[in-house]
């Protein structure tokens, strides 16, 4: 099992930046993708982005492309969310999720059903 903790949310003006930050606990981080999702006040969870266990492979939802960038490190045991240019519409709680899955396709345009392990979440608030 893998426990994920989500860090570095906040309140950001409209154009501005954030990164989020998701630690996991264990020895074999390296062998999970991660994802990160997010879902806003009276709407469905929705995913944000995705990368593969070493990082070779990245997926995006086109409401982000372009403005975030998903990394990772394995020797930290932490999955990054870098996002650029928010809009008002990216406020949500942002979640962390990971899975041991290496099916790349249902990985990458998964509805959070293909992940089993979920942080807690950390609030983004975009300020017009």
């Known amino acids: 099992q893998v426990q994920l903790v989500e860090s570095g949310g906040g309140l950001v003006q409209a154009g501005g930046s954030l990164r989020l930050s998701c630690a996991a606990s264990?020895?074999?981080?390296?062998?999970?993708?991660m994802a990160w999702f997010r879902q806003a006040p009276g709407k469905e969870r929705e995913f944000v982005g995705c990368i593969s266990q070493y990082g070779v492979r990245t997926n995006y939802a086109d409401s982000v492309k372009g403005r975030f960038t998903i990394s990772r490190d394995n020797a930290k045991n932490t999955v990054y969310l870098q996002m650029n240019s928010l809009e008002s519409e990216d406020t949500a709680v942002y979640y962390c999720?990971?899975?041991?899955?290496?099916?790349?396709?249902?990985?990458?345009?998964?509805?959070?059903?293909?992940?089993?392990?979920w942080g807690q979440g950390t609030q983004v608030t975009v300020s017009s």
């Open positions: 264990g020895r074999t981080f390296s062998l999970y993708a």
């Open positions: 999720a990971a899975d041991l899955s290496t099916k790349w396709s249902a990985l990458a345009r998964s509805n959070g059903n293909e992940y089993a392990y």
